[in-house]
């Protein structure tokens, strides 16, 4: 296999992992709900840090504009992909509520390998769009746009899914925890 075939595989391998990501997170959450050992101490503070992780996601749903702009307001002028943070951060919390060794690696193959995949995809397919402003917004000589938060923007980029998600994951996570007590 050549250097430009081998490109290709692992550009199509991103792509496969970048859309599976959900249905392999159901999974992950799945093993993660068997194998977690919450207690109601590291419940709390495992939800308190997926709410931060979930608040940095609204923040930044409530900035972009899928497919028309490069947005370069809100986290977006200090993170490259702060959906992508906000979900690393809640998975902190899923892990520190899990109260699992087993489940760290599990979190942090999947989130590794997903958010990894999904990155490389999306950039692909951002510097196609909109070339030139997203290399001068990657290299952060993009100047700053004034754009306030909106909700209605965030629920149009239907963050509620995360939320929900969120929720659910935490709810269950408590009915464990009860249970072991």
Request: without cysteine; proline residues 2%.
């Amino acid at each position: 296999m050549n250097a430009v075939e081998a490109i290709a595989r692992r550009a199509r391998l991103a792509e496969a992992l970048a859309r599976r990501r959900v249905t392999l997170g159901f999974v992950a959450a799945l093993v993660t709900l068997l194998m977690a050992q919450p207690t109601w101490r590291t419940w709390i503070a495992g939800l308190l840090v997926a709410a931060v992780g979930e608040a940095i996601r609204i923040w930044a749903a409530g900035h972009l504009e899928k497919g028309r702009e490069v947005t370069r307001s809100g986290p977006y002028r200090f993170v490259g992909h702060p959906l992508y943070a906000g979900s690393i951060v809640i998975a902190g919390g899923v892990v520190l509520a899990a109260r699992s060794f087993t489940v760290a690696l599990l979190v942090a193959l999947y989130m590794g390998v997903t958010i990894a995949a999904a990155i490389r995809t999306e950039e692909a397919a951002l510097r196609r769009a909109f070339g030139a402003a997203y290399d001068d917004y990657r290299a952060a000589r993009g100047e700053p746009m004034a754009r306030r938060f909106s909700l209605a923007r965030a629920k149009r980029n239907r963050e509620y899914r995360a939320v929900a998600g969120v929720m659910t994951g935490f709810a269950l996570l408590a009915l464990k925890a009860a249970a072991l007590q």
